[in-house]
């Protein structure tokens, strides 16, 4: 079996998994990336955009984190690559992938994104991140500059997996992950 058949077979069973995720779990890891960025801030002072994202269907919602901070939505343009533009008050756009995001004039650059937060549908115990499948996060993070920038998987732990996932050489570990029964960073 080939890498990517191996992956979509781990997809359709994380997808799988994270459609039983309850409304109170996912509400709960809300809560849990909440404490997270609460207590970078102690530590940091100051923080910058907080990279979030918008939730497809049965992902956690985390975009309340837009009241007390400058958010940032990922736009996914041609040729796999994924830019943060600030989410301000224009109404949103869809872009190459179909997901509503800002379409502003200027992107931001790494020096202005704190803590990046990325959906999961599986995070394995090496911080192996499994997605869509459409490469635009480790792309990005394949830039050393974006590597440095905290990046952390949201999912409910009924997602996690116990066996190591399917690595391909292209993959980047994450900085972390949160769920609605821990905070691993």
Not at 4 to 30: G, H, I, P, T, Y
Not at 127 to 134: D, Q, T
Request: hydrophobic letters at 35%; one cysteine or more.
């Amino acid at each position: 079996m080939t890498i990517f058949e191996k992956k979509k077979v781990e997809r359709d069973k994380f997808r799988a998994l994270r459609d039983e995720s309850s409304l109170n779990q996912m509400k709960n890891v809300e809560k849990n990336v909440k404490l997270y960025v609460d207590s970078f801030l102690k530590e940091e002072k100051k923080i910058g955009y907080i990279a979030a994202y918008w939730p497809l269907k049965n992902e956690v919602d985390i975009r309340s984190l837009k009241e007390k901070f400058p958010l940032a939505l990922p736009r996914c343009k041609d040729k796999k690559e994924l830019l943060f533009y600030p989410w301000d008050e224009n109404p949103l756009t869809k872009d190459s992938e179909g997901i509503l995001s800002p379409k502003n004039f200027f992107s931001l650059s790494y020096k202005e994104i704190s803590i990046i937060f990325v959906p999961c549908l599986s995070v394995d115990k090496n911080l192996i991140r499994l997605g869509y499948g459409g490469g635009y996060f480790d792309k990005l993070r394949s830039d050393n500059n974006w590597r440095l920038i905290p990046c952390i998987g949201i999912l409910t732990s009924n997602c996690l997996s116990t066996n190591p996932l399917t690595r391909a050489e292209w993959d980047i570990p994450l900085s972390g992950f949160i769920t609605e029964k821990e905070i691993f960073v």
